[in-house]
């Protein structure tokens, strides 16, 4: 038995519970979790935005040490350090084979069906097919990307979540290129990610918006030169700031209609609107016809960073190692299993940085 956070259905209070996990099948590995992130996404699993099945076992942004593999498998050995990638491709399907593994159909699969048991036998699902916020999980050998020793646990499991998706939307989405501008919306994990990753492309100006003055100081540490209290009239103020033409590339890290008008507005001709948080089905956003016509600005949205994990997680983790991501203001609080009702309330009010767990 380990013990893991549960919910037991959508707005139930969550709890740390005692689950049994089942033995890795062929291809399958047992982790023992280091460090687990507190992702905005784990609370959309349990406050209506999307409707995973119940019972829970919340947590996907992990990293931690391989205790036991199935038989078959080959990429990972015992005592590896391993970032969880939630989004672990098939290779065959045809995004894989388009080169785009980030948009593999097989997630669907994997969510669909319970892995563990609750102490009572009931059945359990594990978010993302993974339930990090647990002592321990078994996932497919594909879900596994291995790290030097080196890099702090707590590092490598942002990699597997908001850095990723950050860094990603930045580099592989918008492919923001040395002098560009940018604007970041939401300052969360994800958001400071992409400021991040944003001053690694050698962004000029990176101005970060959040609705909390808190983000601030964050922002500025992780790389943003100009920071905004959302506002209505957010757009003026970004053009104001960039000779009246807007940035080359917006990222909405929020995921709210408001928001991703805000950014599209923001976004100069020829720019780039990059959606990257999680919007829920009924917060709907209109455009007209003309104005999407005009003046060829390119929206579109980053899923998983649009990256794949094999090859990113370990370019981003050398980038870490070698200081040329900084990583250290993300984190603001360590804490334990049972603390995570009160990360996601801050989470709900905008305080701090991410929260990670450490085991
Ligand atoms: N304008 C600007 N910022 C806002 C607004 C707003 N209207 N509303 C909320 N925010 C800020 C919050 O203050 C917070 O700093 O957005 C940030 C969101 O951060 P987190 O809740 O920590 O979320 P994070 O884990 O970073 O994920 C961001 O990406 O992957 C998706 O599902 C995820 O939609 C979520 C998004
Ligand atoms: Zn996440
Ligand atoms: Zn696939």
């Not at 291809?27 to 992130?37: L, N, T």
């Not at 020829?270 to 455009?287: A, H, Q």
Request: with cysteine; net charge negative.
């Amino acid at each position: 038995m380990v013990k893991a956070l549960v919910a037991r259905s959508a707005g139930a209070d969550l709890a740390v519970e005692e689950i049994e996990l089942p033995r890795p099948e062929p291809g399958e590995v047992r982790v023992r979790i280091a460090a687990a992130g507190v992702c905005h996404s784990d609370l959309s699993m349990i406050n209506g935005t999307v409707r995973p099945k119940f019972p829970l076992v919340l947590g996907h942004e992990a990293a931690g040490v391989v205790i036991e593999t199935g038989s078959e498998v080959r990429r990972v050995a015992e005592g590896d350090h391993v970032v969880i990638n939630w989004s672990p491709a098939c290779g065959e399907c045809a995004f894989c084979q388009h080169g785009e593994p980030w948009l593999c159909v097989t997630m669907e699969g994997v969510t669909s069906r319970p892995r563990g048991t609750l102490a009572d036998g009931t059945p359990t699902h594990v978010t993302l097919g993974v339930g990090a916020l647990a002592e321990e999980v078994v996932v497919g050998e594909g879900a596994l990307v291995t790290v030097s020793p080196e890099l702090p646990m707590a590092d490598a499991a942002l990699l597997g979540c908001a850095v990723l998706t950050g860094v990603g939307a930045v580099h592989n989405t918008a492919r923001v290129r040395q002098g560009e501008s940018v604007a970041v919306i939401g300052l969360g994990g994800v958001g400071l990610s992409a400021v991040a990753g944003a001053q690694l492309a050698g962004a000029e100006r990176i101005v970060a918006v959040d609705i909390s003055a808190d983000k601030e100081e964050l922002a500025r540490t992780c790389g943003a030169t100009d920071f905004l209290i959302s506002n209505p009239e957010l757009p003026q103020v970004v053009h104001s700031l960039t000779d009246g033409l807007g940035v080359n590339h917006t990222f909405e890290c929020v995921g709210r209609s408001d928001t991703i008008r805000a950014a599209w507005q923001s976004t100069r001709r020829g720019g780039t609107c990059v959606v990257v948080g999680m919007g829920s089905r009924d917060d709907k956003i209109s455009f007209s016809a003309l104005e999407l016509f005009h003046f060829a600005r390119t929206l579109t949205s980053s899923v998983y960073g649009s990256a794949d994990p094999d090859r990113d997680i370990p370019g981003i983790a050398s980038a870490v190692l070698s200081g040329s991501l900084n990583l250290d203001a993300i984190v603001t609080h360590q804490i334990s299993l049972s603390d995570v009702p009160a990360a996601f309330d801050r989470m709900r009010h905008g305080e701090g940085g991410r929260s990670i767990v450490l085991f």
